[in-house]
């Protein structure tokens, strides 16, 4: 639950420093394992730090409290930057994430449940997370329960049908303990979105769906607790909110490229990196 | 040291070939341009590759309408998606309505080694060759990914080829003709029979190497084809060598072991040993240590065979 009695601007400037701190171990994470997917886990840092620090009612200590929030990865490829949030959230040591990928290591390429503490459901699939959280979100209605269910989606993610079916679902039961946040950060693996298949209008798309729909900076804090602080936006209905991200944020050579997808950066790369990074503290 | 290739590339060098012969030719594709290296043919052919998105389904059905155009499309993607995500399309809309479909499923087995379980593919023979008229193939090597794409283009009706991305040395040159169906004998032996296909097929006849060493004379197939599956060079092995290994990248439930197992209990059966993945998600770890973790290597293998041969040899 969001934090009322600290001022705003020490709240932001909180969030600010650990995004940066999870940016930059995430990039050294992805340099030592070889693989990963560099741009997604990027843009999608500071939605994951606002929701880990400031929003979501998760006790790493009881990770599994029937109680919880409900986060869901469904952008599973970026499980390294869901790694480095949990890891800094106290969910398990920081020293794991140096065994991101190695062989036997439970920190896998998609997220796993059955090993990782903190991990609701495993991904790595597009367009599986939606369902599970519309299930979710049921589940708690049925128990009358006041614990809230959360999904991040990528935005090309969204050209999988079951998105929409989910939608379809979540909307004719009005789900307002349901929230799904879009990376939308305009680009897929090869290609941007709209030369692929375009999403536009995407707003329209989620209220024709019956969802209440709010569009903020995914990079403004402020804004992304002002709409956190405020769900749901609409009594009966689900939220979506329509994050806009930059693939690759906080690192200029990275930024909006869709080459870096999945590319991994040289050690070179990786210092020039650390140094935009750090002095942006 | 030998070569080693990927055969995702002799199959987009093939795949540009044909489209230049034949205009009916085209790609679908799921946001995978890169992996099925389709890149190629989407330079030459612009028109021709259609990219739908993030979205399997469709990915399928769009290739099923696609070919009630007229048209021959590859619906190509990572084959764990194509054979996951879209086994009904691939069900009803591509081997049950007999549309002449070519999916090609790229980064198969565990290729994909440290993405995960999601990423690995390693149940898609248990899922594809339990359909009714599709043709189901993994091939080897260059040539024979090569000959099977030009096969599959040239022959009306549903094929599924299962294409990896990891290296694999030259088995094969001009002078070998690919058929669906029809095993190659790689090497023969009187004393147990190999039989393997995709990247196992190199470390069978490794393993027959081994094998020599311990006086046992090993026989390798490359069964490609799973289904339709090469009954009688199955039926010729268990007779005249009477032991049975198969190798697959693949769960041990299912896959061409059980297509093995199910031809030799009701013909000639012999012991058989079958070599895969035993019926669990891998964990995390890169592809080549996968394989060694699994003992899917060729001194696995030769053990498999030895334990096989024991009662023979005391
Ligand atoms: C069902 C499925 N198809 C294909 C892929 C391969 N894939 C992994 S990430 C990705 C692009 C995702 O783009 P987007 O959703 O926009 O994520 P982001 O930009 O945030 O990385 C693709 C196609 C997959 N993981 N799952
Ligand atoms: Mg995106």
Redesign the interface.
């Known amino acids: 639950m969001i934090d009322t009695s600290t001022p705003r601007t020490q709240q932001i400037e909180t969030l600010r420093r650990q995004a940066n701190q999870t940016r930059c171990r995430d990039l050294r994470m992805i340099h030592e ?1 070889g ?1 990963g997917h560099t741009g997604g886990d990027l843009s999608a840092t500071d939605i994951l730090t606002t929701l880990y620090f400031e929003v979501l009612n998760v006790n790493p200590n009881n990770p599994a409290d029937p109680n919880r929030d409900r986060f869901i990865m469904s952008k ?1 490829h970026c499980s390294g930057a869901l790694y480095t949030t949990l890891a800094y959230r106290g969910f398990f040591p920081v020293e794991e994430l140096s065994t991101y ?10 997220p ?1 449940r059955t090993k990782v503490p903190g991990v609701e459901t ?6 599986h997370g939606l369902p599970v959280a519309v299930g979710a979100a049921i589940g708690a209605k049925l128990d009358q329960a006041a614990w809230r269910v959360f999904v991040l989606t990528g935005d ?2 969204l ?3 079951s998105n929409w079916e989910a939608a379809m679902t979540a909307g004719h039961r009005g789900l307002d303990n349901l929230t799904v946040i879009v990376d939308r950060n305009r680009l ?4 941007a979105v709209a030369n ?2 375009r999403l536009d209008p995407l707003a329209d798309k989620w209220r024709a769906f019956g969802w209440a729909v709010a569009e903020v900076d995914g990079h403004d804090y402020d804004a992304l607790l002002d709409v956190f602080g405020g769900l749901p936006l609409e009594t009966g209905k689900p939220t979506c909110i329509i994050a806009h991200t930059h693939k690759g944020k906080g690192v200029s050579f990275m930024e909006d490229k869709a080459g870096w997808h999945h590319r991994v950066p040289t050690a070179d790369e990786l210092q020039k990196a650390l140094a935009e990074l750090e002095a942006a503290v | 040291m030998s070569t080693l290739f990927d055969c995702r590339n002799a199959f987009a060098e093939t795949l540009v070939a044909l489209g230049e012969a034949d205009e009916r030719i085209v790609v679908v594709n799921n ?4 992996s099925s290296k389709t890149g190629a043919f989407r330079d030459r052919f612009p028109d021709r590759l259609i ?8 990915l399928v059905g769009v290739g099923a309408g696609l070919a009630n155009a007229g048209k021959i499309p590859f619906v190509c993607s990572a084959a ?2 194509l054979t ?2 879209a086994l009904e399309q691939i069900k009803a809309d591509v081997a049950y309505s007999n549309a002449n479909v070519k999916l090609v499923g790229v980064s198969s087995g565990m290729a ?1 080694g ?6 690995h593919s390693i149940e898609d023979f248990a899922w594809t060759r339990a359909i009714a008229n599709l043709t189901v193939v993994a091939p080897a090597d260059p040539e024979e990914t090569a000959q099977a794409v030009r096969l599959a283009a040239n022959t009306p009706g549903p094929v599924f080829l299962r294409l990896s991305r990891m290296g694999v040395p030259a088995l094969y040159d001009h002078s070998y003709a690919f058929k669906f169906g029809k095993a190659s004998m790689l090497r023969d032996g009187g004393d147990v029979t190999l039989i393997a296909n995709g990247v196992m097929v190199t470390r069978a006849l490794e393993a027959a190497t081994l094998l020599e060493a311990h006086g046992i004379e090993a026989r390798v197939l490359n069964m490609a084809t799973v289904r339709p599956l090469d009954q009688e060079a199955i039926i010729a092995a268990a007779r005249e060598t009477g032991a049975l290994v198969t190798v697959e990248e693949h769960t041990t439930y299912g896959g061409l072991g059980s297509a093995v197992a199910e031809v030799v209990v009701q013909t000639v059966p012999v012991p058989m040993r079958i070599l895969g993945v035993p019926g669990v998600f891998a ?4 592809p080549a ?1 996968l394989l060694e ?1 699994f003992g899917l290597t060729p001194e696995g293998i030769c053990d498999a065979a030895l334990e096989l041969k024991k009662p023979v040899l005391r």
């Open positions: 394992a693989m599973g990928m190695q062989p036997l290591s439970r920190l896998n390429g998609h796993d495993n991904t790595g699939p597009l367009g090309g993610e050209q999988e049908g897929q693996q090869g290609d692929t298949v | 946001d995978s341009i890169g990219n739908v998105g993030i979205a399997e389904q469709n764990c998606f996951g995500r994909y440290p993405l995960g379980a999601t990423h964990p995390t770890g890169d240590w973790h």
